[in-house]
């Protein structure tokens, strides 16, 4: 079955930074698209950032642009993300979610891990 | 982009009732529309995808419709089980996935 496992998460100070991880299995990885979505402490759902099936194409909202990265490592079958010049607003919890698969150009998010938390703060 | 609006934020209901969550597209989005159910602490759950398709293994007494800019989520005997969080979001636009801001439905 499809899993989707984040870790990673913590309390930072602001300006420090921080690697997500989402170990993935169950499904063949390197044929997704992958995303990273959180939810802030009262808010609802915001999408994070995406990546290819094969990591050529990276995009990010505009609240994190210039400053996470997305990556992937198809052999380890993972998912990342890195956070630098954390902000207290970068504070919530961080799901990992399977978007759209082969040959599929638009697709809700079928799975989702359990999700991290990060905590920003002085 | 496009920005999704949810009506109404909060919603209190009794077991059986019949549930319509409404969700509005700033742009067309032809059909490109899921709704999500969040619990806490849990990861959220697509019960419907392409405005209208149920997902595998969500109860029938789950529906959508709409097209365009306006859509509903229907839920015709609430359960239990149902008390949750609900999130429409957008997927016509790619690199710009967005999320409605929620429907909180309460037991009356």
């Known amino acids: 079955q499809v899993q989707l496992v984040e870790t990673g998460g913590g309390v930072v100070q602001p300006g420090r930074s921080l690697r997500l991880s989402c170990a993935a299995s169950?499904?063949?990885?390197?044929?997704?698209?992958m995303h990273w979505v959180r939810q802030g402490p009262g808010k609802g759902l915001e999408w994070v950032a995406v990546t290819s099936y094969d990591g050529s194409g990276k995009y990010y909202s505009d609240s994190v642009k210039g400053r996470f990265i997305i990556s992937r490592d198809t052999p380890k079958n993972t998912l990342y993300l890195q956070m630098d010049g954390l902000i207290p607003e970068d504070t919530a919890v961080y799901y990992c979610?399977?978007?759209?698969?082969?040959?599929?150009?638009?697709?809700?998010?079928?799975?989702w891990g359990q999700g991290t938390l990060v905590t920003v703060s002085s | 982009d496009v920005q999704m609006t949810q009506s109404p934020s909060t919603l209190s209901a009794s077991v059986g009732d019949r549930v319509t969550i409404t969700c509005r597209a700033s742009?067309?989005?032809?059909?490109?529309l899921a709704w999500y159910q969040h619990k806490p602490g849990k990861a959220p759950k697509v019960l419907i995808y392409e405005a209208s398709n149920l997902e595998n293994g969500v109860p029938s007494r789950f529906s959508g419709s709409g097209s365009g800019t306006e859509f509903t989520l229907t839920i015709s005997s609430l359960q239990p089980d149902d008390f949750a969080t609900y999130y429409c979001?957008?997927?016509?636009?790619?690199?710009?996935?967005?999320f409605g801001q929620g429907t909180k439905v309460e037991i009356k």
């Open positions: 979610a399977r978007g759209g698969g082969p040959g599929v150009p638009a697709a809700p998010f079928d799975y």
């Open positions: 742009q067309s989005i032809s059909s490109w």
């Open positions: 979001q957008q997927y016509n636009s790619y690199a710009t996935w967005t």
């Open positions: 169950g499904f063949t990885f390197s044929h997704y698209e």
